[in-house]
């Protein structure tokens, strides 16, 4: 079996919704944790809600470790949303510390305790759940011509905390109490912390230039 697009489908996380945005963008996607499927992609997603810990335990149990690693090597166009993000980091603090894939340096922290915003009285509720705007830095090809100030939406209670050697990739950051990565980009990496299939019209942009890039791809390997 091949498929245009694949996402990863390992028990958690909000599957259907992102298969459901790509419909609404003309991508047919599959559901799959089948191996050999993801490697034969276009375009891979990861998406992702839930703990970082049985998040890996279920793609150990999938034997989909080894796969995402590989098709990130080989040049498969891979977007990763959300704890998609959050895996490709070294490690995660989440209940001890569990190793992720390792593709980019630094470790995965839960927002502190406390925190306020602007300096504020009240306290931030964690997890991080709702609108909030990004700064983008380092211009990401899937998120040419979102304007600054723009919204998106995010449901987070842990944030990637990036090594010195990973600072350029970082595509967007954002800020809740303390500044988290909302966006990285390393050649046919994508990932973002917040939900494009959850932030209206401009999450669906998002996911159209992500899908544009591997048909684009695709077209020029034939």
Same mark, same amino acid.
Request: proline content about 8%; some cysteine; charged content about 20%.
């Given at each position: ?36 499927? %993801?490697?034969?992609?276009? +375009? ?6 839930? @703990?970082?810990? =049985?998040?890996?335990? /279920? $793609? ?40 992720? %894939?390792?593709?980019?340096? +630094? ?6 305790? @406390?925190?306020? =915003?602007?300096?504020? /009285? $009240? ?53 809740? @109490? ?45």
């Amino acid at each position: 079996m091949t498929a245009e697009f694949v996402v990863v489908d390992y028990g958690m996380g909000n599957v259907l919704s992102v298969r459901n945005a790509l419909a609404k963008i003309g991508a047919e996607a599959v559901l799959s944790d089948d191996p050999r499927v %993801l490697e034969t992609a276009t +375009g891979v997603i990861m998406p992702g809600i839930g @703990g970082f810990p =049985e998040c890996m335990r /279920a $793609l150990e149990d999938a034997g989909l470790t080894g796969p995402l690693r590989r098709v990130i090597e080989q040049g498969v166009p891979y977007l990763g949303i959300c704890l998609g993000l959050q895996i490709l980091f070294e490690e995660s603090e989440e209940f001890g510390s569990t190793p992720g %894939l390792g593709i980019l340096p +630094g470790r995965v922290r839960r927002f502190p305790e @406390g925190m306020t =915003e602007n300096g504020g /009285a $009240l306290p931030l509720k964690v997890p991080h759940m709702g609108w909030n705007q990004p700064q983008f830095h380092n211009q990401s090809p899937i998120l040419a011509g979102v304007p600054q100030g723009a919204h998106f939406y995010f449901v987070h209670s842990y944030y990637a905390e990036p090594s010195e050697a990973a600072r350029p990739w970082i595509a967007a950051t954002c800020d809740f @109490g303390v500044p988290f990565i909302a966006s990285v980009h390393r050649k046919n990496l994508f990932a973002t912390q917040f939900h494009p299939e959850k932030s209206g019209t401009l999450g669906l942009g998002i996911l159209r230039k992500f899908v544009d890039i591997c048909r684009a791809q695709k077209t020029a390997s034939a």
